[in-house]
């Protein structure tokens, strides 16, 4: 089992910056592939980024969104800039033992509880 906890979450005005954390214990997540999602209100949830030795990220976060990972923290980061009133969220961290499919929520194992990201106009 994997537990995960999402912080750095906040109120930032557009244009601004935050850096999420995910914190996983447990197990080491090295072998992981690790995945950051979002549901905005009233949305389904959606693919953010992920890291798995190689990055992918959503068309609407590419430039502006980094995702990066310690292994020896077993932490994962996602460095968000440049930040837009439509970013405005709960982000999750997840992590996926099989490794397929990052963008694919199905493809993740274990989920975080989010934490709220909300982007000011």
């Known amino acids: 089992q994997v537990q995960l906890v999402e912080s750095g979450g906040g109120l930032v005005q557009a244009g601004g910056s935050l850096r999420l954390s995910c914190a996983a214990s447990g197990r080491t997540i090295s072998n992981y592939l690790m995945g950051w999602f979002r549901q905005a209100p009233g949305k389904e949830r959606e693919f953010v980024a992920a890291?798995?030795?190689?990055?992918y990220y959503a068309d609407s976060v590419k430039g502006r969104f980094t995702i990066s990972r310690d292994n020896a923290k077993n932490t994962v980061y996602l460095q968000m800039n440049s930040l837009k009133p439509e970013d405005t969220a709960v982000y999750y961290c997840?992590?996926?033992?099989?490794?397929?499919?990052?963008?694919?929520?199905?493809?993740?194992?274990?989920w975080g509880q989010g934490t709220q990201v909300t982007v000011s106009s």
């Open positions: 890291s798995g030795g190689i990055t």
């Open positions: 997840a992590a996926s033992v099989l490794r397929v499919r990052p963008s694919a929520q199905g493809s993740y194992d274990y």
